[in-house]
C-alpha cells in the first residue's frame, strides 16, 4: 500500500489495490470503455446525421437516422454563399468584430489581471472585489438601458456599439487572467526590475510570453462569446449588410415557410458556424478545461 | 525598486508630482482602467439611467419620456400574464436541468475518471464539446431534431412502430424539447468540472478510504460527492443565472413568439419584445431590474446553501 506523504496520484493507487486480480481489471476496462462508446454514440450521433443532412439535395428522400446522405451534393453550401443568400458577407462582419474585439479585450485582461496580481498599490483588494462584484452581476438584464445610451451615443447600428462594451477585458476575463497570473514568480519580475526594466517593458517582454497560455484561454473565450452571441447583435444591427451570422441566421429561419429552401440553407449555415468554437476549443482545449477549473477549486 | 531612489530626494514636491514621478505607482491604475472605464460607460451608467427609466414610459423611440411612477412595476407584477408564465418557464427550465443534468453528469464523471479507461482526454473533449457551440446551431440542431416531417425524433418513433407525433404543436411536448436540447448542450460540461474537481481532492483521503475498504460506490457515494460541493455550487449558480437569461435556443425553436402557448417564453424573451417589438422601453427596463434582482437573491441563495465562496484560495 501507498506509504502517507508519497504523492500518488488515484489511478495508480488503485491499480495496486486491485493488482491481484488483472482478470477483473480487464473486465471493467471493456466494460468501461463500452459504456463510454455507447454514451458518446448516443450524444454524437445526431450531430453526425444533420451534418449529413446538409449534404444532401433538396428532392432526395431522407433517412435521418442515418448520417450518409441519400445523394450527395454541396447544394445547401453552393446556395449558402450564392448570390441570393450571401452568408459570406455575414460570416465576414463576424470575424471582423469577433477578432478585434477579441484582441482588445485579451490584452486588457491580462494588464489588468496582472495588476491585481502582481502589483502592489492602494485599492487593489478593494478593486478585485469590485470586478468579483461585476462578474456575479446579471448585468445582461440590462440591455434595454444599454441600448438606450448606445443610442445616444450614435452607436446603434455601428460595429463600435458591438466592440467598445467588450474591450476592458470582462469581469470574469480578468478574474481568470489574475488567478493565472498568481502563478508567475514575483522573484521573476523583482530580477528584471533590478535590471532596470521600466514597467511597460516588464509586462510587454517578461509577462506577456508567460502568460500564453492564460491569454489562450481568455481570447478562446471572449472569441467564442462574439462570435456564438445573438441578442445584443440582433437588437443593435438593423442594416442588412452590417448584419452579422448569428442574427442573419435566424432571420433566414424565419423565411421556412415562404421559402422551401430557407431551411436548408439554415441548417447547413448554422453547421458550418459551429465549425468556428469547434475548432478553437480542440486547439485551446489543453489549457482549457485545467485553467477554468483551477479558478473555481477550493 | 530603482525608481524609488531616483524619486526620494525631492522631499518637497506635491503628492500629485510624486505620484506620477513614480511610474511603479502609477502604472497599475493604467493598466485596470480600461476595464473600469468601458464598465463605467457600458454598464454602470446605463443602470443608473434604468433607475430612472423603470418609472418612466417612452414616447417610441423619439427620446421623450413621461413620468408615470410605479405603474410599470405594478402592471409586470399583476397585470402583465407572460410575467408569470415567464417565471414558471424559468423554474421549470432550471429545475429540470439541474435535475437531469447534474445526476448524470456526477455518473459520467466517475466513469470517465474510471483508471480502467484509456484515452480520458479524448473522451472527455467528445462531452464537453456540445457546449462550446452556437445557441443558435443548438438551436437549430433541435428544430431539426423534433422537426415532424424530417426529424430524427420522429424517425425513431417510427422505426420503433409509433407514428408520427407533432413535438413543435403540443403545449406538453415544448419544455421537454428545451430541456432535452438543454442536456445535449450542458451535461458533458458539467461533468468535466466535476472531473476537475474529483482531480483536486487529496490522494490520501483516498487512499485512507481503500485502506478501511471501502468499496467504489461509498467511496464515490460519502466521500468524492461531499468534496465536490463547491464545484455543484458553482454548477448550480451559473447553471440557474443562464436558465433566467435563456434565450437563444428557444428564440430559434419557437420564431420568436414563445411556441403554443407560450411554452418557450422566457424572461429574456420577454424583454426584448417588449421593448423591440412594441417599443415599451420603460416597461422592459422595469422588467430588467425585476429579473436582476431576481438573479441576485438566487444567487445569493445558493452561496448561503453552498457556503460558496470565489477565489477564496489564496491570500
Not at chain 1, 249 to 271: E, F, K
Not at chain 2, 163 to 187: C, H, K, N, S
Amino acid at each position: 500500500m501507498a506509504t502517507p506523504g508519497v504523492s500518488r496520484d488515484i489511478t495508480s493507487s488503485y491499480r495496486l489495490g486491485v493488482r491481484s486480480k488483472i482478470g477483473l481489471f480487464r473486465l471493467r476496462a471493456i466494460l468501461a470503455t463500452t459504456l463510454a462508446l455507447i454514451l458518446a454514440l448516443i450524444f454524437v450521433w445526431p450531430f453526425f446525421c444533420i451534418v449529413g443532412s446538409t449534404f444532401n439535395r433538396i428532392d432526395a428522400i431522407t433517412n435521418p437516422l442515418i448520417p450518409i446522405p441519400a445523394e450527395f451534393s454541396t447544394q445547401f453550401y453552393q446556395l449558402m454563399f450564392g448570390e441570393k443568400y450571401q452568408m459570406q458577407k455575414y460570416v465576414l462582419n463576424s470575424v471582423l468584430i469577433s477578432v478585434t474585439t477579441t484582441v482588445l479585450s485579451a490584452l486588457a485582461a491580462t494588464l489588468s489581471g496582472y495588476a491585481l496580481a502582481k502589483l502592489r498599490f492602494p485599492g487593489r483588494d478593494f478593486l478585485f472585489s469590485i470586478i468579483i462584484g461585476i462578474m456575479l452581476l446579471p448585468t445582461t438584464t440590462m440591455l434595454v438601458p444599454q441600448f438606450v445610451v448606445m443610442k445616444e451615443l450614435g452607436l446603434v447600428n455601428n460595429y463600435w456599439g458591438l466592440i467598445l462594451p467588450g474591450v476592458g477585458g470582462g469581469a470574469f476575463g480578468i478574474f481568470l487572467m489574475r488567478q493565472f497570473m498568481l502563478n508567475i514568480p514575483t522573484e521573476m519580475l523583482e530580477a528584471a526590475r533590478m535590471d532596470g526594466a521600466n514597467e511597460f517593458s516588464l509586462f510587454f517582454r517578461i509577462v506577456l510570453p508567460n502568460a500564453a497560455a492564460g491569454i489562450g484561454v481568455i481570447a478562446t473565450l471572449s472569441l467564442r462569446g462574439n462570435w456564438n452571441a445573438l441578442l445584443w447583435p440582433q437588437i443593435l444591427i438593423s442594416d442588412v449588410d452590417k448584419r452579422l451570422l448569428m442574427p442573419a441566421i435566424t432571420m433566414l429561419n424565419q423565411l421556412q415557410v415562404a421559402d422551401a429552401y430557407a431551411l436548408p440553407v439554415v441548417r447547413t449555415a448554422a453547421i458550418l458556424a459551429a465549425l468556428v468554437p469547434l475548432g478553437l476549443y480542440a486547439y485551446s482545449q489543453r489549457y482549457f478545461i485545467s485553467t477554468l477549473a483551477g479558478a473555481i477549486k477550493g | 525598486m530603482a525608481n524609488i531612489a531616483v524619486a526620494q530626494p525631492a522631499k518637497k514636491r506635491s503628492p500629485i508630482i510624486e505620484f506620477f514621478s513614480n511610474q511603479t505607482k502609477w502604472t497599475p491604475y493604467l493598466f485596470v482602467a480600461p476595464f473600469f472605464i468601458t464598465f463605467a460607460i457600458f454598464t454602470l451608467y446605463p443602470m443608473l439611467r434604468a433607475v430612472v427609466m423603470g418609472f418612466q414610459k417612452s414616447l417610441g423611440y423619439t427620446g421623450q419620456w413621461e413620468w408615470i411612477g410605479f405603474a410599470n412595476y405594478i402592471e409586470a407584477l399583476t397585470i402583465d400574464s407572460r410575467m408569470l408564465t415567464s417565471l414558471q418557464n424559468f423554474v421549470y427550465f432550471a429545475l429540470g436541468s439541474l435535475l437531469t443534468q447534474l445526476p448524470c453528469a456526477f455518473l459520467l464523471a466517475l466513469l470517465l475518471t474510471s483508471p480502467a479507461l484509456r484515452a480520458k482526454g479524448l473522451w472527455r473533449t467528445l462531452f464537453f464539446i456540445p457546449s462550446v457551440l452556437p445557441g443558435v446551431t443548438m438551436g437549430v440542431v433541435g428544430l431539426w431534431f423534433f422537426s415532424k416531417t424530417h426529424g430524427f425524433a420522429n424517425a425513431l418513433v417510427l422505426a420503433f412502430g409509433g407514428e408520427r407525433v407533432d413535438w413543435g404543436g403540443f403545449t406538453y411536448f415544448i419544455m421537454p424539447q428545451l430541456l432535452t436540447i438543454a442536456f445535449w448542450q450542458w451535461m458533458g460540461n458539467h461533468a468535466v468540472y466535476l472531473i476537475a474537481g474529483m482531480s483536486g481532492i487529496g490522494h490520501e483521503i483516498i487512499e485512507a478510504s481503500i485502506v478501511d475498504g471501502a468499496t467504489p460506490w461509498q467511496r464515490a457515494r460519502y466521500i468524492v460527492l461531499p468534496l465536490l460541493k463547491p464545484v455543484f455550487a458553482y454548477i448550480s449558480i451559473t447553471a440557474a443565472a443562464g436558465s433566467l437569461m435563456n434565450y437563444d435556443v428557444p428564440f430559434v425553436m419557437f420564431d420568436a413568439g414563445g411556441g403554443p402557448r407560450n411554452k418557450g417564453w422566457f424572461f429574456m424573451t420577454h424583454i426584448r419584445e417588449m421593448a423591440f417589438g412594441q417599443f415599451r422601453m420603460g416597461y422592459a427596463t422595469a422588467i430588467g431590474w425585476l429579473v436582476f434582482f431576481i438573479a441576485i437573491v438566487i444567487t445569493i441563495a445558493q452561496f448561503r446553501l453552498y457556503e460558496f465562496r470565489l477565489g477564496q484560495e489564496e491570500a
